[in-house]
């Protein structure tokens, strides 16, 4: 499987250690960045992670930061990008099978290593249900199409 990965600094160790258990269990992995501790801004790489996932050019994305959040976030205001942002194992596994999640994103603040590997097995290895969660993946995309066609903001227009 293809996957790209990123991270801000604070999810840079974190990073490194999943850039490597995923090429040890065969995975074929794009790192985005960041390449060191250093302070950096995460939306870009994030962004970028999510984007290879949308345009085909990975099957899954990782993003990491100090609590995943804004890394959520972030890979989410790409179109067609479901980023999920997982603490455990079930939160993992659901996200793949009932939202057909694509990015995981992990808060290296918030999860050990040892579990969070457990979780990136987990969403890796678990398939999208398809069925009854179709209809609802189906209907986050026409909102998706709909924000992206209307011109302006919403706030303003109403002003």
């Known amino acids: ?10 999810g840079f160790g ?7 258990h995923l090429r040890d269990a065969g995975h074929e992995v794009a790192d985005l960045g960041t ?3 250093a302070p950096v801004d995460y939306p870009y790489y994030c962004a970028a992670c999510a984007r290879a996932v949308v345009r ?7 993003v990491v930061g100090g609590s995943g959040q804004g890394e959520q976030i972030s ?3 790409v179109r067609g990008a479901r980023a999920a942002l997982c603490h455990d194992e079930y939160t993992a596994r659901f996200a793949r099978k009932h939202n057909d999640a694509n990015v995981l994103s992990i808060g290296a603040r ?12 987990v969403f890796v ?12 993946i189906e209907q986050i995309s026409a909102i998706e199409a709909e924000e992206a066609a209307r ?7 109403t002003a």
């Open 110 to 121: 918030i999860v050990a290593t040892e579990l969070a590997l457990d979780i990136l097995d």
């Open 14 to 20: 974190l990073k490194q250690s999943i850039v490597g």
């Open 35 to 37: 390449d060191s501790e």
């Open 151 to 157: 011109p302006g903001d919403a706030a303003s227009s």
């Open 56 to 62: 085909g050019q990975a099957d899954l994305g990782v």
């Open 125 to 136: 290895a678990t398939a999208f249900d398809g069925g009854r969660h179709a209809a609802r």
């Open 75 to 77: 890979a989410n205001k």
């Open 1 to 10: 499987m293809r996957i790209a990965v990123a991270s801000d600094h604070a």
